[in-house]
């Protein structure tokens, strides 16, 4: 059994405008150990996945279908429907949390040491002094340097870097099985990017940890994560393990990220081969494949008729595209001014 | 070779007109129940202070007299508005009986309560009529809807035209506070150095000195306190508020890039100021503004009530309740002036909170 | 830190002499003398001839012009004289002295309640936030607020005091005591408490509106940060998360208001002493500015100002406590 898997999740938002679905009927799965990328754009509805599997989408968004299913000694819990209180044990508990903001993502009026301490006192038994060791060697574990003097600053005495290692302190509290990080790199420093994804990788392999990792950023899932899932206008439009999906995308969507990147111009240099229009709001999703009005492999009449499902295409690799495995694969979308 | 031609949905122009940053927050006041009742109760309240000699008065709103055509009630406007006719003719102010006599061929369209704010209504003034009750006879009834107070002067018209005054109070007072404050603070915000430190400390003197002496000493100087004065004294006592919050937000706008650009454009000062930064910065200065009125109705209101206002026969709300202290017994003193202020100071304060939460761009944001 | 408060001081001192200049000033231009209105009050027969009042003049400093007799006014204050009030014939610090007890009775206890009230009314305000109870609440509480202090106490008055009169309901309409002289100091208590009632309630009504809505807009502004959810993805529980992250951050912009109502605490409220009759700082204030009593009046406004520029300082430095992120730099 997958420690987590997520059948058919849809997120919605119930705005004075209208309903809006973020997240529109999605299904993952994570093997223990395992580091699952979740890929996508701004506003692919990527985030509201990670915070919908503990229940912290912020009003007026609510999950409001689909199944979490976590597995809790051999059982698998739905966390979708567990009352708050018993998600709140999960919450730090059995699943961490890190996100994107470190610079304001710790409370400004309490010390790193107390900070850290709660995490350990809100799911065990901890006297404050057992607590403030186990956060000193919490710091340890997260390399942050002269660990003792840290305990007693204020977050903002720190900088970005070393905050977001204090926020996977906190994550790592009551060691997890499971830790979503929301994209954990991307409000940093390239260099401190690598040493917070070297301090993951290093933390997996040695407390047997699975990663949810979501991000936007094509390298680092190339570099940190097993198995990706590349996500377009709420819904998983291919999955694969890592490998298998750089060698070989099948999705237009995934081809024409992959060849968008810089380094991977005809000849290296000219024109970036962008993807030509913009992800559509939740609100101007086109009728059929949401991914059609920029897709330059688009026939009619399928594509703008009927969505199409994620199927199997060769072990492990799923695609969702009418035309999947019958395209040129190896021939990118062309750029928009030729 | 397939192009990646965006197609015609992708090129969606559908993006309704942006409506501009007031049109928007127009919109978004418009689903405000609370504040729009506030702005409805303030327009209505506009419409009686227009209207006020036309709702309660002892002068005819028209009347034709000896073959021309007059409006007395524009007598209550200003003294000056009253056809000299009338008074050549010995009127008194007491029209009814005098119309009649004089030119039995006269006409006149009556306000729709014959009552007068300034003084007692006389027994038989209108045909058949008692003349208000004095002392503390003047129980709320069929002929003084509101009761009358100790000078037997109706209670009912005083709010009437106390309308008037109290909007022209806050406007006129605010607007006289807003002018000189945003002016000041822009100056200090965008200049900075010494003319920044001139004015601070200049504002800070003025915060510092208690309000109440200041405008008292202000109203005594000027011995005789009509309301025109008053306005002036609450203006210039109002401003260092709305300086500060001026000079806070030219601060903030003035390292903006847009004002760098204007500068490199060669734009001088005095249009950076009013083209680029006012309308940015106006927006959160409103909001005061808004409550400033409220407050200035409560000061006025507040002084008359301590005596320091216009000498009686005055039509401001704070006179009622002056005269209610002398003898308590007269509830209807203290409630209906009480209640008009009360609603008043709620509309307006709901209006601003409601300007507020409407131009409030953080709140924008607020659903990701 | 010791160079920020002393340069404070400093500029503070300036200020205050900035400000009694002027509040001097302006005094002295209002029309009308000590002598003249204390004369004008008393009976023809017991007017002074002109000799006399001109030896009263001098005697008060009233014939010299208002920028010297200002210096005079300052090089006695410099000495610690306050001098004498002219119209009561006691030296300022006497009449200051009697009077602050009662003001701070009233600002004291209305302050505590205040506090003990809106606290966990904002909070609750803040956890039930959009709910119909939480709407109503705070509806209630912004009309309150609208409510004017003297409109409010004129309605109590008449309602406790006229309608109530004869029932157990009725409380005093003038003053601070009875009059009537009390057998043990409990019953003198007793009777203060009872006269104190009415007044506290109109001062305290005002300031409970504010501050619960102070509160709450706070608290909802605290709970959308970022570190909120870090605490709920923490396991924190709701109510974790409103009393210990949530309010110890609004707690800081509410103790800095706490220096800021210096003044008000000693000034007391002009209106609600003046309607209530009870004798405080501010009806000393009001009734010296009728009686042109310089020496009371400039005493008065410079004890204000003080405390209205202590009560900046204190501001500052309590927000530099309870914001690490603040040094008095």
Not at chain 2, 35 to 55: K, T, Y
Not at chain 2, 72 to 101: H, I, M
Not at chain 2, 297 to 322: D, H, K, R, V
Request: net charge positive; hydrophobic share 45%; with cysteine.
């Amino acid at each position: 059994m997958p420690l987590l898997e997520i059948q058919d999740l849809v997120t919605a938002f119930h705005t004075p405008a209208g309903r809006v679905t973020a997240v529109d009927g999605i299904s993952l799965s994570i093997e223990r150990g395992m580091t699952l990328g979740l890929v996508g754009e701004s506003g692919c509805g990527k985030s509201v996945t990670a915070m919908s599997v503990l229940g912290l989408v912020a009003a007026p968004g609510r999950v409001e279908r689909g199944r979490i299913l976590l597995e809790i000694d051999g059982d698998p819990v739905n966390l979708a429907t567990l009352p708050e209180s018993r998600l709140r044990r999960m919450r730090g508990g059995r699943v961490g949390m890190i996100f994107q903001e470190p610079m304001t993502s710790l409370n400004p009026v309490f010390t790193i040491g107390n900070q850290v301490a709660e995490a350990v006192r809100l799911h065990r038994r901890a006297s404050w002094r057992e607590a403030r060791a186990r956060a000193l060697e919490l710091l340890r574990l997260v390399r942050i340097a002269d660990p003792e003097r840290r305990l007693d600053e204020y977050p903002h005495q720190l900088s970005g870097g070393m905050r977001q290692r204090i926020m996977i302190a906190i994550a790592l509290a009551c060691e997890p099985e499971l830790l979503i990080a929301d994209e954990p790199t991307t409000a940093l420093d390239v260099t401190i990017q690598a040493q917070i994804l070297e301090l993951l990788a290093d933390l997996r392999r040695r407390l047997g940890m699975a990663i949810l990792l979501i991000t936007h950023d094509l390298g680092v899932v190339a570099e940190t994560c097993d198995e990706v899932a590349v996500m377009y206008a709420g819904k998983i439009v291919e999955r694969a393990p890592a490998v298998e999906l750089f060698a070989n995308p099948l999705h237009p969507y995934t081809i024409g990220l992959l060849a968008a990147r810089p380094e991977h111009r005809a000849g290296g240099k000219g024109p970036l081969a962008a993807i030509p229009g913009m992800v559509p709001q939740p609100r101007d999703f086109p009728a059929g494949c949401r991914f059609h009005p920029r897709c330059g492999h688009a026939r009619k009449p399928w594509c703008m008729a009927e969505q199409p499902q994620l199927r199997e295409l060769s072990p492990g690799h799923f695609v969702a595209c009418h035309f999947a495995g019958e395209l040129d694969a190896a021939r990118p979308t062309e750029p928009a001014d030729r | 070779m397939t192009g990646g031609q965006p197609t015609a949905d992708n090129r969606r122009a559908a993006t309704p007109s942006p409506r501009g940053f007031w049109g928007e927050a127009w919109a978004r006041f418009q689903r405000m129940p609370l504040a729009m009742a506030g702005l409805v109760f303030v327009g209505l309240m506009a419409v009686v202070a227009l209207l006020a000699p036309a709702i309660a008065g002892t002068k005819p709103i028209v009347c034709r007299y000896k073959g021309q055509i007059y409006f007395p009630c524009l007598a209550y406007y200003g003294r000056s508005l009253e056809p000299v006719v009338f008074s050549q003719d010995k009127f008194r102010g007491e029209y009814p009986r005098n119309l009649r006599e004089k030119d039995p061929e006269s006409w006149a369209v009556w306000p729709l309560v014959f009552q007068d704010p300034y003084r007692a209504v006389r027994p038989d003034e209108w045909p058949g009529r008692p003349g208000n009750p004095a002392r503390d006879q003047g129980r709320p009834g069929r002929l003084n809807l509101m009761g009358t107070n100790q000078n037997g002067v109706d209670v009912f018209a005083k709010m009437v035209h106390g309308t008037l005054v109290a909007l022209l109070v806050g406007f006129v007072s605010m607007g006289i506070a807003a002018t000189i404050g945003v002016t000041v603070g822009s100056l200090a915000g965008y200049f900075g150095g010494w003319v920044d430190a001139v004015i601070s400390r200049i504002t800070e003197v003025v915060m510092c000195i208690p309000t109440l002496v200041l405008i008292l000493a202000l109203l005594a100087i000027v011995e005789k306190p009509t309301i025109w004065k008053m306005m002036a004294v609450l203006g210039l006592t109002g401003w260092p508020g709305i300086s500060r919050l001026m000079r806070a937000e030219l601060l903030r706008l003035r390292s903006a890039e847009f004002v760098t650009a204007a500068r490199a454009v060669g734009a001088s000062p005095g249009r950076i100021i009013l083209r680029h930064l006012l309308p940015n910065a106006l927006a959160p200065v409103m909001v005061p503004i808004t409550f400033g009125i409220a407050a200035a109705i409560l000061t006025e209101s507040g002084l008359s009530f301590l005596g320091f206002g216009q000498p009686p026969p005055s039509a401001s709300w704070g006179s009622l309740l002056n005269d209610a202290r002398s003898n308590l017994k007269m509830w209807w003193l203290v409630f209906f002036p009480g209640a008009a202020i009360f609603l008043t100071v709620l509309a307006f304060n709901l209006v601003g909170e409601g300007l507020q939460k409407a131009t409030d761009p953080r709140l924008r944001e607020a659903r990701k | 830190m010791i160079h920020h408060v002393l340069r404070r001081l400093a500029l503070g001192l300036v200020t205050l002499f900035l400000i009694s200049f002027l509040v001097y000033g302006l005094i002295r231009s209002i029309p009308g003398t000590p002598l003249t209105v204390a004369v004008a009050q008393t009976d023809p027969s017991r007017r002074l001839n002109p000799a006399d009042l001109e030896r009263m003049k001098a005697a008060y400093g009233l014939d010299k012009p208002w920028y010297q007799a200002y210096f005079i006014w300052l090089s006695n204050v410099a000495r610690g004289d306050l001098g004498r009030s002219i119209s009561r014939k006691a030296p300022v610090t006497q009449l200051i002295g009697e009077r602050i007890g009662p003001t701070l009775a009233l600002s004291a206890g209305s302050m505590l309640l205040t506090w003990a009230l809106s606290i966990p009314l904002g909070l609750y305000a803040a956890a039930r936030s959009g709910r119909p109870d939480e709407r109503a609440v705070s509806l209630g509480l912004y009309m309150l607020y609208s409510v004017p202090t003297f409109v409010a106490a004129l309605a109590l008055q008449v309602v406790f005091s006229v309608w109530a009169e004869g029932t157990a309901w009725e409380l005093p309409l003038f003053g601070m005591t009875s009059g009537l002289p009390h057998t043990t100091s409990l019953g003198w208590l007793a009777d203060v408490a009872r006269h104190a009632i009415l007044p506290l309630v109109c001062m305290t009504y005002v300031s409970l509106a504010w501050y619960t809505r102070f509160i709450n807009t706070n608290l909802q502004e605290v709970l959308r940060q970022d570190y909120i959810r870090t605490a709920r993805a923490k396991g924190a529980g709701p109510i974790r998360v409103l009393v210990h992250h949530a309010f110890r951050n609004t707690l800081i912009p509410l103790v800095t208001m706490l220096g800021l109502s210096l003044p008000a605490l000693l000034g007391g409220s002009v209106i609600i002493e003046q309607i209530f009759t009870w004798p405080g700082m501010g009806r000393l204030f009001f009734e010296s500015l009728r009686e042109r009593d310089y020496p009371t009046i400039m005493g008065l406004t410079l004890l204000f100002s003080l405390l209205t520029l202590a009560g900046q300082l204190l501001a500052d430095l309590l927000y530099a406590w309870v914001d690490p992120r603040v040094s008095m730099e």
